[in-house]
């Protein structure tokens, strides 16, 4: 009987907890003075043990493992955004992007592999918002735990 209402505490603990953590992503709203960006890393074999370092300009702002995705609020301007294997600075020969990140905005960004023949290279590629939902259902992915504190704050800011 006590390990049947240990599982059964357990299985509504872990369904709740993953309730929680399994957000949507929210889309930013119209009106506020912050960009709304996501880093989306969905479902791989390469590189899937481990984890991305995310950078916006020169500041890390998040490890993200497989199947995982952050949220950050962003000041309107350009910005350069980049993915790496680790590290806590960003490297030279890292990919970037820039966006010119615009105030009530949503941006997503895809973390991407492009395998060569010695070096395996990752690349950060702005996607819509239906190719990041559809990754999202698709592969399952969930905010980062690691990165939750960021998203949280993010989202915090949006539903204001």
Not at 17 to 45: C, I, M, P, T
Not at 90 to 95: D, G, M, N, Y
Request: glycine share 6%.
């Amino acid at each position: 009987m006590k390990k049947i209402f240990l599982t059964t505490i357990i299985l509504l603990f872990t369904g709740v907890f993953s309730v929680v953590f399994s957000q949507e992503l929210l889309e930013n709203k119209e009106g506020a003075d912050f960009g709304l960006v996501y880093f989306l890393r969905g479902k791989g074999h390469v590189g899937s043990a481990t984890a991305f370092s995310a950078f916006i300009d020169e500041d890390r702002v998040c490890n993200l493992s497989n199947r995982r995705f952050s949220a950050h609020a962003v000041q309107p301007g350009e910005h350069e955004f980049r993915v790496q294997f680790d590290g806590g600075k960003t490297k030279k020969k890292a990919e970037v992007i820039k966006i010119d990140i615009e105030a009530g905005k949503t941006y997503y960004i895809q973390m991407t592999i492009q395998t060569g023949v010695f070096v395996n290279d990752l690349t950060p590629v702005e996607i819509t918002r239906n190719t990041a939902l559809r990754l999202v259902e698709d592969d399952k992915i969930e905010v980062d735990k690691d990165c939750i504190e960021a998203a949280k704050a993010a989202w915090d800011a949006v539903k204001e």
